[in-house]
């Protein structure tokens, strides 16, 4: 007789997936919140973001070249300014 696959309990320190703000309905492959996604998402958790508190622009800036330059995260320079201008509508200071 086969093993039957058993779903193993979800872990209860997990964290909430990830949603966008409702400023942003939806995912364009695009928008800030798909290069967000598309981006960041590869190296780290979206909870590290959404749980930050709320930065400057020239935080978040700071942030991305952070994770480009001492990270090696593999981000254009050119993405840059599209991704710190999501990061900060979504998750700035006002």
Known sequence: M???PVEPPRNP????EWTLP???????PGSGA???IA???QCH???????????T????????????VRFGATTP???VPTLVDYLTSAYGKP
């Open 39 to 41: 981006n960041c998402a």
């Open 57 to 68: 622009r020239a935080q978040w800036t700071a942030g991305v070249e952070k994770m480009r």
């Open 22 to 28: 409702a400023a942003q309905p939806s995912v364009t």
């Open 45 to 55: 958790s979206l909870d590290y973001i959404t749980t930050q508190p709320p930065l």
């Open 13 to 16: 320190f997990a964290g909430d």
């Open 77 to 79: 320079t050119n993405l």
């Open 2 to 4: 086969a093993a039957v």
């Open 34 to 36: 798909g290069l967000v």
